[in-house]
Nanobody, 120 residues
């Protein structure tokens, strides 16, 4: 059984930084690829980034500002978010899938989400 638990959300002013964490547990075969998505009210769930086999990949809206990393010893995937903007306000979810993908339909297990609010 795969479980994901996000933490690290909060409120920050524009230009600030936050680091989100996702603790991942479960079979290695099901947790090879870990992705982050976000969903703002009234909007579709959007791909933020993912990390698979030590390689990170990103959505266009966060490139150059967000950095994903994975610490296998701690079973944790991080997303360091810098230069935050009001449009980054959303609930952020981590999820696992069998291979790298930017499509939410390719992800099988999801965490409960953590709220990020960026004020101008």
């Amino acid at each position: 059984q795969v479980q994901l638990v996000e933490s690290g959300g909060g409120a920050v002013q524009a230009g600030g930084s936050l680091r989100l964490s996702c603790v991942v547990s479960g079979p290695t075969s099901s947790t090879v690829n870990v992705g982050w998505f976000r969903q703002a009210p009234g909007k579709e769930r959007e791909f933020v980034g993912g990390v698979v086999h030590g390689t990170a990949y990103y959505g266009d809206s966060v490139k150059g500002r967000f950095t994903l990393s994975r610490d296998h010893a701690k079973n944790t995937v991080y997303v360091q978010m810098n230069n935050l903007k009001p449009e980054d306000t959303a609930v952020y979810y981590c999820a696992t899938g069998p291979y790298a993908s930017r499509e939410k339909s390719r992800y099988v297990f999801w965490g409960q989400g953590t709220q990020v609010t960026v004020s101008s």
